[in-house]
């Protein structure tokens, strides 16, 4: 196992099932946000291919909190093909509404795959950045370790594997680390949101690049 994340340990959150959230310490009701109130938005790391061998895509829905708390509202981690991801998309989009989606710059074919869904709002291209496992994910180290990344309670059928690559996550040996450069991402975004991002796209954080543009 690595010593990066200790997802287990990290706060939790409550769908009150009425629009609002109840965020968690030990276990504990601290406060209840309304869903309206936080930033919900996506994140991708993508593959695209079904073989056996291939890697998979990492979709991963979140609410950011007025007070900076990260809630992971779903993960969706399997192998794609080159035209499966957009769709794959649009349908965590209609479930939860987001502003904006942040996405893994170069793919040959998103862009214009994903125009196609009305449900999957403003696009932002995220720039990978380092090539080095372990700096990309330091964002979400650094976030987990504050205690501000939230998992959600009961835990849902996607947990478990979440879980367990997250865990084992040591940034020089994984076969696998999708989920950890998607919540790599989101952690950074969230550090670098402004709160008024919520109604104007001027304030978007320095790693988004504009639009539904070329890569």
């Known amino acids: ?18 629009g609002t959230y109840t965020i968690q310490e030990e276990g504990k009701a601290r406060k209840v946000v309304e869903a309206q109130e936080c930033i919900r938005f996506v994140t991708v790391d993508w593959a695209f291919s079904v073989k056996k061998a291939a890697d998979f ?64 709002p403003t696009v932002r291209w995220l720039s990978t950045g380092s090539k080095d496992k372990l700096v ?11 205690g501000e990344i939230y998992r959600p309670i009961p835990s849902p059928l996607w947990w478990s594997d979440y879980e367990s690559q997250v865990k084992s996550f040591n940034g020089l040996t994984d076969e696998k680390d999708d989920q950890v450069d998607m919540t790599a991402y989101a952690s950074q975004i969230a550090r670098e949101l402004k709160p008024h991002a919520r109604t104007t796209s001027e304030h978007w ?5 504009e639009g539904r543009t070329p890569f």
């Not at 196992?1 to 009425?18: A, C, K, L, M, V």
């Not at 192998?79 to 509404?97: D, F, M, S, T, Y």
């Not at 994910?137 to 504050?146: D, M, R, T, W, Y």
């Open 1 to 18: 196992e690595g010593d990066h994340f200790n997802p287990q340990r990290w706060p939790t959150w409550i769908d009150n099932s009425n």
């Open 57 to 120: 895509s990492a979709i991963g829905a979140f609410a950011l909190a007025p007070d900076g708390e990260l809630l992971i509202l779903e993960v969706v981690n399997r192998r794609l093909g080159l035209h499966q991801l957009a769709p794959e998309i649009a349908n965590v989009c209609q479930r939860h509404l987001p502003a904006f989606v942040a996405v893994e710059s170069g793919h040959p074919s998103l862009r214009d795959d994903m125009v196609r869904y009305p449900s999957i």
């Open 136 to 146: 990309r994910a330091v964002p979400a180290v650094v976030k987990g370790a504050s």
């Open 205 to 209: 954080p320095d790693m988004l690049t």
